[in-house]
Every structure is written in C-alpha cells, then in structure tokens.
C-alpha cells in the first residue's frame, strides 16, 4: 500500500470547489428513476444516460471531482466505442466503483439490514484496479424505529463491515469511501438523528482503527443530522447546519481528508442549502462537499425523458445542478442563483 498516493487521491476527490457524482444506481434503482419518466430502463438507455452525464463537459471540469459508477457502466463503451470510465478520466475527474452487494436482513434484529459483497472483494477491487477505477464506495444502511432500533448489533455488525472493506480497498491501492447512512425515513426528530449518528460514527471509527485503515487514504460520506420524513417539525438550515458541523467535530479525526455527504433523500435545494450552511461556519478540520446521486440528476433526468434531441437541457440540467452545489462547497450558494434559467 502507498498510503502517498491514496491521499493524493482522497484530496483530489474532495478538491474545494468541486463534488462527487454519485452515478451508481443500482439497476432496480434506475428503472424506478426511468420509470417516473416513462423511458424504459435497458442496458442501452442507461449507457446513453450515463454518457449524456459524462460528455457535460462544463460540469464534468468544473464542478466535478470523481463519479461512482455501478459494475455495469464502468465496463461499458460509449457510442462511439469509448469507454465511458475514459470520458470520466479525460474530464480531469476521479472514476470509482460501488463494491457493495445489497442489504439483506440481519439475524435476530428484526427491521434492521447488514450489507452484504464481502466475499472475493479482493478478487474484484483488482479488477476494477485494472479497469481504472481509483476509489470504491460501500454502503451501510441504518434505520430509526421506535427506542429499539437501530440496535447494538446492527450499528456494529455494519460498522464492522465498513471497516473489513476499507482495509481491503486500501490493500489493493484503492481509496474507500466510508458511507455509513442513517435514514431519514421516520418520524424521529433532529435530536435523535444526531445521537443515532453520533453512536454510528463513534462505532465506525472504532472498527477503522481496529483493522489499521489508514485514516488519510479515505472518504467520509455520512448523513446529515436532520429530522425524519415524518417528524411533524422539521429542523431549519441553520439548525441542521449547526447540528451536523458539531457531531462531526465531535467524532471525525481531523486526519480524515475530507467529508462528502449523501443527499439521503432531500430535495436538490434543499441539499444544497445544507451544505452551503455549514460550510458559511468555517473554521473546519475537513472539507464539506457533495456526494449526491438523485439530488444532481433528477432535473437532468426529468430534461432528458429518454429523447436524443433533449440532450443538450438534460446537460444544462446537470451543469446547473453541479454548479449550484459546487459553490454550497464554498459557502457562495444564494437562493437566488437557483432562479437562474439552468
């Protein structure tokens, strides 16, 4: 392992200014997102969706540092018979892989999930090593219900996993991105998010240093502390803001070089005003950036509807959105700039 350069890789990911496209969708995922605009999802639209996002040119050298792809597209060629993971790499940004298999139930914790793709991941992080890929990506999932869950287990469990991955990324001269999401599905308010997340972070941390990760050849991307779907009162901007900035100096090593967060389900401006908050706080140990998948792609998405002449709005789309979170990674986002024709 050469942990120089998985760091030269970790702060190019998290380059000031910029963000991380999350282009991994599953491909049941994807068809649910086509689906909601009538395109059918097959091999050949989702090349040429991807491709779409990748050839944005002003987006793409811009506003974006690196893309997580999903096993199908980092193998795939464009139509012109490039590879798309080469688009990727001539744009100047970082390409990377998602690794993780799924959840599947956990045993005797009913209601709570344990990621799965452990198995041969050596196997396949030497692959994607071969294929281009520079960082991976791994999801653990952790929900909110009632005082029960989530349980010790499951926080462990899942911990514990993210850890086995990282080390085995960073062994194979891949950088991880560690994603340990708390969901924001339920009813519970901001004050249990932050401590269900605080007791997340503290358990993943713990498990990194048990396996030897190297703290500075790695990614962060948590959730936000923010109040659930159904919570009848939601947190404002500046609370959610304050909240967050204050749980990660609380448990994130100022060795980490840099913090990307998911959108986890929030609205496109509302992920942005987020992150531009925090980041108007200052004095912090990491950079604040982006790592968001629906939250930069459903205007482009909507834009596109599946036709090739809509190509050119579906790229306005995207470069609008990029460019809006680019700056939310400066603290220069203004509600204003969102008025703007994309």
Request: hydrophobic share 40%.
């Amino acid at each position: 392992m050469n942990l120089s350069e998985l760091n030269k890789v970790a702060l190019a990911m998290v380059t000031p200014g910029k963000g991380i496209l999350a282009a991994d969708e599953s491909s049941g995922t994807i068809k649910k997102r086509f689906d909601a605009i009538k395109v059918d999802s097959t091999e050949e639209t989702r090349r040429d969706y991807r491709e779409m996002l990748f050839r944005s040119t002003e987006a793409m050298s811009k506003y974006i540092s690196a893309v997580i792809l999903y096993d199908e597209t980092i193998w795939q060629n464009a139509k012109d018979g490039t590879p798309l993971i080469k688009l990727i790499e001539q744009a100047g940004a970082v390409p990377g892989i998602k690794v993780d298999e799924g959840t599947q139930g956990l045993p005797a914790c009913p209601g709570e999930l344990v990621t799965v793709g452990l198995d041969k991941l050596a196997e396949r992080l030497k692959k994607y090593y071969e294929r281009g890929a520079r960082f991976a990506k791994w999801r653990a999932v952790i929900d909110i219900a009632g005082r029960d869950i989530p349980s010790a287990t499951a926080i462990h469990v899942n911990a514990h996993a993210l850890a086995r991955y990282a080390a085995l990324c960073q062994a194979a001269q891949i950088v991880p991105i560690v994603e340990p999401e708390v969901l924001m599905d339920g009813d519970h308010d901001i004050n249990r998010c932050y401590d269900v997340t605080e007791r997340v972070l503290n358990e993943v941390f713990r498990e990194l240093r048990l396996q030897r990760v190297e703290l500075e050849g790695m990614v962060l991307k948590p959730n936000m502390a923010v109040s659930g779907k159904k919570c009848p009162k939601q947190a404002s901007v500046e609370e959610v803001a304050e909240k967050t900035v204050r749980l990660l100096k609380a448990c994130v090593p100022a060795a980490v070089p840099g913090i990307a967060f998911l959108s986890g389900g929030q609205s496109d401006e509302e992920a942005t005003a987020h992150l531009n908050a925090m980041n108007r706080l200052g004095h912090l140990p990491w950079p604040l950036t982006f790592s968001y998948g629906r939250a930069l792609q459903a205007a482009p998405q909507k834009a596109w509807s599946g036709r090739p002449e809509n190509v050119p709005a579906g790229q306005r789309a995207f470069t609008h959105r990029a460019h809006m979170n680019a700056l939310a990674s400066k603290g220069e986002w203004a509600t204003e700039l969102e008025k703007k024709a994309a």
